[in-house]
Every structure is written in C-alpha cells, then in structure tokens.
C-alpha cells in the first residue's frame, strides 16, 4: 500500500508535475471555536461596578456581566472598563457627585487589576494588549464617560490620562457643560424634555477638551453625543475617533443611534464604530403596531410617551416593584433581540463603511445582554454568527479587536 507522500507523487506524475509542482493541498476549515481562540477578543465598553451598582443591571448570580471568570470563559484579551458617571443635576453640588462617582469607579478598577494580577493587567496602547495575551493576561483599557465629572476644568482631562484613560467620551445622558447629549434630560419638575441642543454641538469648552485629548494622545469616543457634537468631534480630532457603544440608526430608530452621516464621516476618517450587545439600541421600531404597545407600557407606567429609548426613564420609577413592572413588561417587547440582530448592525456598518470600521462594545452592566450574547462567556456565539454569514478569519479578527488596536495604535504614536 502506497504511503500518502507516495500518493501524491504519482497523482503529480499523472498530471505532468514535477515532485516540487505538486498541487498545494486546500486550507482544511476552522471552526468557530479556533477563529475565536486565535483573534484578539476585545470589548470597547463596559461599565464598572460599584456596591451601589443595582442589580437589575448584572448577571443572574449578581454579579458583574465582565466578572474574571466570565471574561475568561468568553476568551476575551481586553475590556474597556468606562469611568462612567451618571448624570447629575448641573449644580456645584451635582458636578461634585458626579466627580466622586467617577473617583470612585477609577479606585474600584485599579483594585481589580491589583487583586487579579494572574488574570488583569492595565494596558495604555495596542503593544501592551499584544504583550499582555501572550502572556495569558486580559488587558483593562481605561475609559471615561461624561464630562460632568470634569467640574468645568479641562485640565483634569490631563490627571486622567495620567492613570492610564485613553478613551474619552464627554456626554451621557443629559446635556453638559462641554457637549451636547443625544439624549436630552427630562426635568420631573416641568414634564419635558430639555431643549434637543443646547450647544447646537460642542461648547467652547467642549472644543478644547477634544483639542486636549488629541494633543495627549487620547481617543474621542463619540458614543452617547448629539449628531451635531460628533461631527464637530471628528472635524477637530487629527485622531481617528470610535464609538465604543453605537448602533446604526437606520435600523434602530433611537436617538443615540448614529445616522447615516455620522457612520460615513467616522469611516472617512480611519474610525471604528462598536456595536453594542443591547436589545433597546437594537429593536426595530418602524412597526406601528411595535411603537402603540411601547407607548401603552410606558403610559402604564406613569412615564411620558415619547422616549429617546424604549426604557428612557425607568430609573425614575419611585419604587424597586415598579421598575420591576415597567422591566418586565418592556422586556416582553423589546428584550429578545438576538445576536443574529447584533449582526445585521455589524453587516450594516460593513457594507457602508468596511470592515476595517466595526467592532464590538456590549455596554455590559449598563445595558447589554441580548439573547445569546447575556454575559462575557457567550462571546463564541457572535462569532459564530460572523462565520455563518461569511465572514473571513482575518474580518472576524478586526471586527474583534484588530480595528480597535488599529486606532490605539495611532493614538500611541503621538
């Protein structure tokens, strides 16, 4: 019997080759499993947790959806963690809360890396993320969400980037003193909305902050931002920008969505823009029959009928039962979005932009876990969902974090 390497030469022979012309044998496929395991698996945003954090925001066990072992479980190389800070009333006094919040997730994401130093490790540029994987490590990429916490001086920006914040978003929910918010604040007082802009985009104190961020070498992450406040973002930073916490608008009307334009000038401008693993970022609201049960529930629950999100507001419900309620029954409608409908975002952007200006940001803790995609440890599902519409090794591992260590990179070289 006729040995394999035997084989092959007398197929060759057959066919007129040489024993060096011998045809190259086709690339045996990779499963899902493999093209996960071999990608840099990276999440642009997730919030940190905070012994106050409510539970209705973690995992069933009560615990943070980017906990150690479900981020290991998920094989993931690094997480942005977000010193987020929520918004506050725009006083001395609210300025000040949201300043000690901030603080606060900045001690508490720093004692995390110190207390895991087997599994954590802070990473500030894309070699360090690299580094920190071959070593078995998950990097922790520093973030920082809504300015307020800033107290008007945009020298702070300067102390952050110091402990190691490389991604710099200046607004949450509500307008600032620095930018405009894509979500404008509702006043309980009064029954509406703040005006939609206040700066028509970027104050002049928003301008410097970008100017600042991209002189350090920081990143503007436009996530959470009026329209008009990102487009300015992009026209001043010489940086590429992300959006670590976005979905296309065209297919989820909500208004921190980002539209057409938006999408077009971030990919013109070498940016990424990252998906977020979130039911209410992710519905199909053009079904009017859809859009009539979201205004009954939220009439049901006391809360105005328009909405800047399905959800908006909830958090202002008086009791523990009543936000349970409202939850509940919104989630009957709009809470099984699926990692099929993560993806449609993804090719969305793709077909718009390429692949070289996508990736993932679950917004875990905050928001995030759709069907499939509930925690850090079901990340093999979305790539899979990537494979099975496909989508290559080398896309999947951009989608996944290459795109992102591309921005890092750039930002590293200032």
């Known amino acids: ?40 698996v990276l999440d642009a945003h997730a919030d940190i ?23 290991i479980a998920g094989e993931f190389d ?78 702070r920006i300067d102390a952050f980037y110091a402990e190691g914040v490389r991604l710099f978003g200046l607004t949450h929910l509500g307008h600032n003193d620095f930018a405009d918010s894509s979500r404008p604040r509702f006043d309980g007082e009064t029954g509406t909305y703040e005006a939609t802009e206040e700066h028509d985009g970027l104050s002049s104190l928003g301008v410097a902050a970008v100017e600042r961020i991209d002189t350090l070498g920081g990143l503007v992450d436009v ?18 920008v992300i959006a670590s916490h976005s979905n296309a608008k065209a297919l989820s009307d909500v208004t921190r969505n980002l539209s057409d334009e938006e999408i077009d000038r971030i990919g013109e401008t070498g940016g990424v823009i990252h998906i977020a693993a979130f039911s209410a970022y992710l519905v199909d609201l053009s079904d009017p029959d859809l859009k009539a049960s979201i205004r009954d529930v939220r009439l049901a629950a006391g809360l105005p009928e328009t909405y800047s999100y399905p959800y908006e507001l909830y958090w202002e419900l008086k009791s523990d039962e009543e936000k349970m309620t409202f939850l509940t029954n919104m989630r009957a409608l709009v809470g099984g979005e699926t990692v099929s409908r993560m993806v449609d975002h993804i090719d969305y952007v793709v077909q718009r932009i390429g692949v070289d200006h996508v990736g993932i940001g679950s917004d875990f803790n905050h928001g995030g876990g759709i069907v499939g995609f509930e925690e850090a440890s079901a990340a093999l599902a979305v790539t899979e969902e990537l494979v099975a519409r496909g989508y290559t090794d080398e896309d999947i591992n951009k989608i996944w974090g290459g795109n992102f260590l591309r921005v890092l990179d750039a930002a590293g070289k200032r």
């Open 1 to 40: 019997m006729m040995s394999k390497l035997e084989f092959a030469l007398a197929g060759a022979a057959v066919l007129g080759l040489s024993a060096c012309q011998t045809i190259a044998p086709l690339p045996e496929e990779r499963s899902a499993a493999e093209i996960h395991s071999n990608a840099i």
């Open 49 to 71: 947790v905070l012994p106050e954090s409510s539970p209705l925001y973690l995992g069933p066990d009560g615990a943070s959806k980017v906990a150690p072992e479900k981020l």
């Open 78 to 155: 690094a997480v942005v963690m977000a010193i987020a800070a929520g918004p506050q009333l725009r006083t001395p006094e609210g300025n000040a809360q949201a300043r000690a919040e901030s603080l606060a997730k900045l001690e508490t994401v720093q004692a995390l890396i110190a207390s895991n130093p087997e599994t954590f490790a802070l990473a500030t540029t894309a070699d360090q993320v690299r580094a920190n994987s071959e070593l078995g490590l998950i990097s922790v990429i520093l973030g920082f969400q809504n300015a307020q916490s800033l107290e008007g001086d945009v020298d």
């Open 223 to 240: 996530s959470q931002m009026s329209k008009a406040a990102t487009l300015q973002a992009i026209e001043i930073a010489t940086l590429p």
